[in-house]
């Protein structure tokens, strides 16, 4: 049987959360245009992503079945914790993880996080004369963005982390956010959005990731859920609290535009005709878009931010200003710290060095 060559980085069974005829129309950033409805088979994939083989594809096929049935257990019951602690519920929460790896979006931060880090050490190298003739071409090619590193196995040691990622996630605090007005979310060809607005304004280093204090994360499941992960330390759910809350507008709003801000190259959504609220809401956020190409910075003496004499570099992931205003979520007094939970981390780790082994 010849590889499949089509393959999806983001997989047809999310998305037929949002379409009950296997079709959706897209509104694509670029173009500022909303294209007609597509059968999701031909949507976010590429040629070849993963590998020429297929290998990669048909494991993770076997995989998403049973993501599937964690996926419409949580959607029909309209209910996280109506999963078994345990085996269910780690496969939820790895669903997460493993989309928010494995998309294009992703690949392009891996590919320019790699690109960056090559110059900057080349160009350490070249200030101190130890550069042949080849690597000063070769910095001259990154210099000029005639040239970049595609970091195949950097990404792929992502997904494996992150198919343990369940673990990083188990302390956070499930909500179901029920559209109300019928409005509908939309979904980006990147739909996990990690989001930190404890800490991100005063931070330059470190305040974005699965392991930080103080992290959210929003994760649209239907036209109609929106999954909300949060920090229990950091924040605190006010009113009523439970489980399944049901928003207006201005919510559903919000949320969508944060899809717009880290969406690569097009967002999705059930009812065609939506092309003028997409553009409004692209407008709206524009000056927020999310970039792929990561801060790399040479830090050569001591600096108060590292634990270290020694020369260091910085690698911060970009993050945008942007975040929903949600009125049912207050945040609490409480220090950064990096590691939220070292007790998972060190779990997560010894997990993943097993998985390689």
């Known amino acids: 049987m010849p590889p499949r060559k089509r393959q999806h980085f983001l997989p047809q069974l999310y998305m037929r959360g949002f379409t009950d ?28 992503f993963y590998d020429e083989t297929g290998d990669t ?4 096929g076997e995989l998403e079945g049973e993501f599937a049935r964690v996926l419409r257990t949580v959607i029909n019951e ?21 989309i928010h790896a494995r998309t294009k979006a992703a690949r392009e931060e891996t590919n320019e996080f790699a690109t960056e ?26 210099q000029n963005g005639d040239t970049r590193v595609e970091a195949d196995a950097l990404f792929n040691n992502q997904e494996v982390e992150a198919l343990c990622g369940h673990i990083l996630v188990a302390d956070l605090e499930p909500i179901l956010l029920k559209d109300s007005t019928g409005r509908g979310y939309i979904f980006a060809d990147h739909p996990v959005v990690l ?17 930080t204090r103080g992290l959210q994360i929003y994760f649209p499941l239907t036209t109609d859920l929106c999954l909300f992960l949060y920090d229990p330390v950091a924040y605190t759910e006010s009113g009523a609290p439970g489980e399944v809350i049901e ?60 634990d270290t004499p020694n020369p260091a570099i910085q690698f911060t992931r970009p ?15 409480c220090e950064f710290t990096s590691i939220r939970s070292p007790q998972l981390a060190e779990l997560h780790e010894t997990v993943v060095e097993a998985f390689n082994e």
């Open 57 to 60: 594809e048909e494991a993770m």
């Open 78 to 98: 309209e209910s996280v914790r109506t999963l078994s602690h345990g085996e269910e519920l780690n496969l939820f929460l790895t669903f997460i993880t493993h």
């Open 21 to 48: 005829n296997e079709r959706l129309p897209s509104y694509q950033l670029n173009r500022r245009e909303e294209f007609p409805p597509t059968n999701i088979r031909n949507l976010c994939y590429e040629n070849y």
């Open 319 to 333: 993050t945008s200003e942007y975040s929903p205003d949600l009125p049912f979520i207050e945040t609490d007094e």
């Open 117 to 142: 880090l090559t110059r900057t050490l080349l160009e350490i190298k070249t200030r101190v004369g130890n550069t042949d003739e080849s690597q000063k071409e070769l910095l001259t090619s990154l």
């Open 247 to 306: 928003v207006g507008s201005g919510t559903v709003e919000d949320i969508n535009k944060l899809q717009l801000v880290h969406a690569l190259d097009a967002v999705f959504y059930r009812e065609h005709g939506r092309e003028l609220e997409m553009q409004i809401l692209h407008e709206e956020i524009e000056d927020h878009r999310k970039s792929t190409q990561p801060d790399v910075e040479y830090v050569p003496g001591v600096d108060d931010r590292f």
């Open 195 to 211: 989001d930190n607005p404890a800490f991100k304004q005063d931070l330059d280093i470190g305040s974005l990731g699965w392991k």
